[in-house]
T-cell receptor, first 114, second 114 residues
Framework: GAVVSQHPSRVICKSGTSVKIECRSL??????MFWYRQFPKQSLMLMAT?????????EQGVEKDKFLINHASLTLSTLTVTSAHPEDSSFYIC??????????FGPGTRLTVT | QKEVEQNSGPLSVPEGAIASLNCTYS??????FFWYRQYSGKSPELIMF????GDKEDGRFTAQLNKASQYVSLLIRDSQPSDSATYLC??????????????FGKGTLLTVNP
């Protein structure tokens, strides 16, 4: 199967600090990775599309200077939440596109900003 | 606005029954359709994908696609309590140029009662 990992699974940070989340495709190469955010009892909201070697494409309303995305290799994408605030507390999930537009999700990172 | 619509439920079925989950989409040009299962507090897990009109069966799951009606469904036969989860319909919608993204419905909460 297609395995995608995320690290860390949980993180608690203080308001104003930055947090980096890693997303790795373990058994396949992913030209494209996606970052989603999910608030409690709500559906997945796409934040940005990350293509290896190029700048990420952000969805409308997502601040690119606040949510920094780097996709340095075909197996790794990172999301950095800069100057985090309590309203950024959410479940962040990455996915990787294996082939034929099939997206496989990582286990998610639960971020709590105090 | 390109949309994917699902009945939020909850849909409650007895153990052993057939659960029928429905989804409609607005973009007539969509080509790929996916069903994900999401347990509470977890990330989505890909169950099935379908590209062609008609039925596609995989074990207890059958996906049905009708592009003329812009409708896709998921049938779960012999439902088990472990099938209790939120089921997300996702549609591959072209977002311009060579980019694409999955647009998710809000999900249908399924409860299978023992």
């Amino acid at each position: 199967g297609a395995v995608v990992s995320q690290h860390p699974s949980r993180v608690i940070c203080k308001s104003g600090t930055s947090v980096k989340i890693e997303c790795r495709s373990l058994d396949f190469q992913a030209t494209t990775m996606f970052w989603y955010r999910q608030f409690p009892k709500q559906s997945l909201m796409l934040m940005a599309t990350s293509n290896e070697g190029s700048k990420a494409t952000y969805e409308q309303g997502v601040e690119k200077d606040k949510f920094l995305i780097n996709h340095a290799s075909l197996t790794l994408s990172t999301l950095t939440v800069t100057s985090a605030h309590p309203e950024d507390s959410s479940f962040y999930i990455c996915s990787a596109d294996r082939e034929d537009y099939e997206q496989y999700f990582g286990p998610g990172t639960r971020l709590t900003v105090t | 606005q390109k949309e994917v619509e699902q009945n939020s439920g909850p849909l409650s079925v007895p153990e052993g029954a057939i659960a029928s989950l429905n989804c409609t989409y607005s973009d007539r040009g969509s080509q790929s359709f996916f069903w994900y299962r999401q347990y509470s507090g977890k990330s989505p897990e890909l169950i099935m994908f379908i590209y062609s009109n008609g039925d596609k069966e995989d074990g207890r799951f059958t996906a049905q696609l009708n592009k003329a009606s812009q409708y896709v469904s998921l049938l779960i036969r012999d439902s088990q309590p472990s099938d209790s989860a939120t089921y997300l319909c996702a549609v591959n919608m072209n977002s311009g140029g060579s980019n694409y993204k999955l647009t998710f419905g809000k999900g249908t909460l399924l409860t299978v009662n023992p």
